[in-house]
């Protein structure tokens, strides 16, 4: 069964850009959650997906936002990019996103200039 | 919030010692995750435990989770090379979090391991 994969692996924009990244699941795996990952603060939930709907949010601004689609594939954008939104940006997938397994995809690496 | 302490930062160590990484939290763990990261890429996911008391092992990595959930080890058995990076616990919702935790898991912020042969 292949595993969580995200696009693109590597990502380079400028202050004010918007950026928009995607993530497909494990096959069958309906629960998508974002987290983003700096060496500051390390890992930080960002929300979580389950049959196209929001279930649960974390405490970033209203410039982050995603969301799923009917096959569960996932994208996450940032709207307006600061410095500070450069970090590596994980997903990861479960059956129902309650007390199971996280399976995380390589990541997508964002730098912002 | 659920905050996972990881201990130590970062631990260096020859091929062929054994190492543990320990993970403590302030509050009952319910449901606790180890992964296993290489530096910029994603987590691996190793094991995961539920029960007080519970202990699993694949290869040469053990983890346990205490009696009163709130603190789990991880032991590497002869390390080699190819352990090292860095090890993350996480965690899901406990009792005492408020809110939805749907999809959530709590990190530590990871033990950075480096094996030299």
């Known amino acids: 069964k292949a595993g969580v994969t995200q696009t693109p692996r590597y990502l380079i924009k400028t202050r004010g850009q918007q950026v928009t990244l995607s993530c497909s699941p494990i096959s069958g795996h309906r629960s998508v959650s974002w987290y983003q990952q700096t060496p500051g603060q390390g890992l930080q939930f960002l929300f979580e997906y389950f049959s196209e709907t929001q279930r649960n949010k974390g405490n970033f601004p209203g410039r982050f936002s995603g969301r799923q689609f009917s096959n569960s594939r996932s994208e996450m954008n940032v709207s307006t990019l600061e410095l500070g939104d450069s970090a590596l940006y994980l997903c990861?997938?479960?059956?129902?996103?309650?007390?199971?397994?996280?399976?995380f995809g390589p990541g997508t690496r964002l730098l912002v200039l | 919030s659920q905050e996972l302490e990881q201990s130590p930062q970062s631990l260096i160590v020859q091929e062929g010692k054994n190492l543990t990484i320990n993970c403590t939290s302030s509050?009952?763990?319910?449901?606790l995750y180890w992964y296993k990261q290489k530096y910029g890429e994603g987590l691996i996911f190793l094991m995961m435990l539920q029960k007080g008391g519970e202990e699993k092992s694949h290869e040469k990595i053990t983890a346990k989770l205490d009696e009163k959930k709130q603190q789990s080890s991880l032991h590497i058995t002869a390390s080699q090379p190819s352990h090292a990076g860095i090890y993350l616990c996480?965690?899901?919702?406990?009792?005492?979090?408020?809110?939805?935790?749907?999809?959530?898991?709590?990190f530590g912020r990871g033990t950075q391991l480096t094996v030299w042969p």
């Open positions: 996480g965690a899901d919702k406990s009792a005492h979090d408020r809110g939805s935790t749907l999809g959530r898991l709590y």
């Open positions: 509050k009952t763990l319910y449901g």
């Open positions: 990861a997938s479960s059956f129902s996103g309650t007390g199971e397994t996280q399976y």
